[in-house]
């Protein structure tokens, strides 16, 4: 079956830095995104990785090793605005997106 | 960028009515969009998938009598919830795939939070 694992939730501190994992296990792939939701919101796109390595977009880096079915997106010298939830989502052999069930940022003062 | 609207952003309806909601991409033809159902604190649920000028394909476990999805032109697709009831309280994200931008990415629409009393 697909299967997107990442953390329910994760707590960090104003002005730190964060690394948020994923994993995945999808038949087919064809990237994978990043999405930030914050409460009550739809879903904004961040990021977009198809080839392995990193990239970077200003204080957000999202980082895609294929081999290993791993991603990870990482947040410098965060915000409190920062505080929402996470998507990694993959698109399959058919181009659907599958998603995580999404990681709570909680920033701290 | 892309830009996705939906319509309403909030309904409450009474249980046994019927709901439309649509969603339009505002700069772009969306030959694909998708709708998405969100309880709170889950993840987004895929409901089904929607071609311009075809029938929707719905995901397992959705009844597509009572979700009607129409997906008439380039830029608009609507969803009718029939017959509602409470446990259809969610909210509703429609999602467009721009064809001339990186596959598989989605333009989300802000959403609409149905209550059905």
């Known amino acids: ?25 999808t038949s087919g792939f064809n990237g994978l995104f990043w999405y930030q939701q914050h409460a009550g919101e739809a879903p ?14 200003g204080r957000f880096s999202s980082f895609l090793s294929r081999s290993k079915g791993y991603s990870y ?11 929402a939830s996470y998507l990694c989502a993959v698109s399959d052999s058919n181009y659907q997106l599958i998603w995580g069930a999404g990681t709570k940022l909680i920033i701290k003062p | ?24 991409s505002l700069d772009f033809q969306a030959t694909t969009m998708f709708w998405y159902r969100q309880f709170p604190k889950q993840s987004l649920m895929l409901m089904a998938t929607s071609n311009e000028g075809s029938k ?22 609507t969803l009718t919830v029939t017959s509602a009831h409470p446990e ?30």
């Open chain 2, 88 to 117: 259809d309280s969610s909210f509703y994200i429609c999602s467009a795939r721009d064809p001339g931008r990186e596959v598989g990415e989605q333009y989300f629409g802000p959403g609409t939070r149905l209550t059905v009393t």
């Open chain 2, 1 to 24: 960028g892309a830009v996705v609207s939906q319509h309403p952003s909030r309904v409450i309806c009474k249980s046994g009515t019927s709901v439309k909601i649509e969603c339009r």
């Open chain 2, 56 to 77: 929707a394909t719905y995901e397992q476990g959705v009844e597509k009598d009572k979700f009607l999805i129409n997906h008439a032109s380039l830029t608009l697709s």
């Open chain 1, 1 to 25: 079956g697909q299967n997107i694992d990442q953390p329910t939730e994760m707590t960090a501190t104003e002005g730190a830095i964060v690394q948020i994992n994923c994993t995945y296990q």
């Open chain 1, 44 to 57: 904004t796109f961040l990021s977009y990785n198809v080839l392995d390595g990193l990239e970077e977009k």
């Open chain 1, 73 to 83: 997106l990482l947040l410098k010298e965060l915000q409190m605005k920062d505080s």
